[in-house]
Nanobody
Framework: QVQLVESGGGLVQAGGFLRLSCAAS????????MGWYRQAPGKERELVAR???????LYADSVKGRFFISRDNAKNTLYLQMNSLKPEDTAMYYC????????????WGQGTQVTVSS
């Protein structure tokens, strides 16, 4: 399994933006799909965005039009561009490898904290 290391989190004011990165220890060319999840205090972990090898994407309704997932196979890196951030986006964000067979997550990163102040 590849190791996943997230970065790019931090504290930002509402309306601001951040770009999260997820660096994999090996090739992600054949990893399909990959995604970003988040977990806020007291809440369940939820899917934020998912991308397949053909660059088809899926987003949670709460982030559609504001967040954009992308992947750079040459750099073995997954990205999440987050625009127009809201306080309710505050959470720990996790990069994930998702099973193409059953949709379960088979590998997690350690997470990066995103805090949006009002």
């Amino acid at each position: 399994q590849v190791q996943l290391v997230e970065s790019g989190g931090g504290l930002v004011q509402a309306g601001g933006f951040l770009r999260l990165s997820c660096a994999a220890s090996g090739s992600i060319f054949s990893i399909d799909p990959m995604g970003w999840y988040r977990q806020a205090p007291g809440k369940e972990r939820e899917l934020v965005a998912r991308i397949r090898s053909g660059d088809s994407t899926l987003y949670a309704d709460s982030v559609k039009g504001r967040f954009f997932i992308s992947r750079d196979n040459a750099k073995n890196t997954l990205y999440l561009q987050m625009n127009s951030l809201k306080p309710e986006d505050t959470a720990m964000y996790y990069c994930a490898v998702i099973s193409r067979y059953n949709g379960n997550v088979v590998n997690w990163g350690q997470g990066t904290q995103v805090t949006v102040s009002s």
